[in-house]
Nanobody, 119 residues
Framework: QVRFVESGGGLVHPGGSLTLSCGASSMVVGPPYMSWVRQTPGAALEWVAHLSPTGTTSYANFVKGRFAISRDSRSNSPILQMNNLQSEDTGVYYC?????????????RGPGTQVTVSS
């Protein structure tokens, strides 16, 4: 089963931007639905965005208009461009297979990448 390693997190001020990448242990064949999910402090994992096999995107309301998901053409892994970051976006971000409604199936938590938004 393909494993993912997330990168690109860091510390930014409110209003700042980060780009998250997702390294895969092997080529992601398909491409399949792929999502970014996150865990903010004290909360459960929550879905952030997905990218369909045909390139259609979908976003959680709390990131709509600020985040953009795309696909790395070399690996088929998802990239998450995050703009206008706010303190409530602080958390650990993970990439995974699956859509908004199905990402939890077979989800295997990778190392994640920490995003901290603070002034």
């Amino acid at each position: 089963q393909v494993r993912f390693v997330e990168s690109g997190g860091g510390l930014v001020h409110p209003g700042g931007s980060l780009t998250l990448s997702c390294g895969a242990s092997s080529m992601v064949v398909g491409p399949p639905y792929m999502s970014w999910v996150r865990q903010t402090p004290g909360a459960a994992l929550e879905w952030v965005a997905h990218l369909s096999p045909t390139g259609t995107t979908s976003y959680a309301n709390f990131v709509k208009g600020r985040f953009a998901i795309s696909r790395d053409s070399r690996s088929n892994s998802p990239i998450l461009q995050m703009n206008n970051l706010q303190s409530e976006d602080t958390g650990v971000y993970y990439c995974t297979l699956g859509s908004r409604d199905r990402w939890q199936i077979g989800f295997k938590r990778g190392p994640g990448t920490q995003v901290t938004v603070s002034s």
